[in-house]
């Protein structure tokens, strides 16, 4: 069964218009926060939105992430759903409640195949509310007229480099 896709926040929607690579709504945050050397990139290419990088395990690190400040309350939804090509390793998709920048986090992840565009669909049940890669106790589920943080992550230990592309993030039903 094919999605369609019609897109709350595309590519170019996403990203601000900007002379330079670097994404200025788009912010880094990586294991470097705790100690950690990988790094992470947002930047434009073919109008789709490209989050790159090197996951480092030194010094305990793993974990490399992007995020963006969004706004979902005129948009009454059941499901999200994300247009990716990734590399063959797992991404999370992470959503926040707040406007802080730390604090728990509903994430979803979910399996690339190398060079392979893939459609995923999630619901708010499919998200864990989570709190610096721990699974909290009390686990409400996400209100997505109240999202106003939407980010990538890779975690879970995953050296080397990588590179996710996403041409759409549709928010429908």
Request: hydrophobic letters at 40%.
């Amino acid at each position: 069964m094919k999605t369609h896709l019609v897109p709350l926040l595309s590519a170019g929607m996403l990203l601000a218009p900007s002379d330079v690579d670097a994404i200025p709504n788009w912010y880094s945050v990586n294991d470097s926060v705790m100690g950690g050397l990988s790094t992470s990139q947002v930047y434009e290419k073919n109008n789709h939105l490209v989050f790159a990088g090197t996951v480092s395990l030194e010094n305990n690190g793993g974990f490399a992430s992007v995020r963006t400040i969004i706004n979902t309350e005129n948009e009454p939804s059941k499901q999200i759903a994300l247009r990716v090509k990734g590399d063959g390793k797992t991404y999370q998709l992470r959503l926040r409640t707040n406007q802080y920048m730390d604090g728990p986090a509903y994430a979803v992840s979910f399996d690339t195949q190398k060079d392979q565009w893939q459609v995923f669909t999630f619901s708010p049940s499919d998200f864990i509310l989570t709190f610096r890669g721990r699974e909290l106790e009390q686990q409400p589920t996400i209100n997505f007229l109240k999202i106003s943080q939407l980010g990538f992550m890779i975690a879970k230990k995953q050296q080397g480099e990588f590179k996710l592309e996403i041409s759409e993030i549709a928010f429908s039903g």
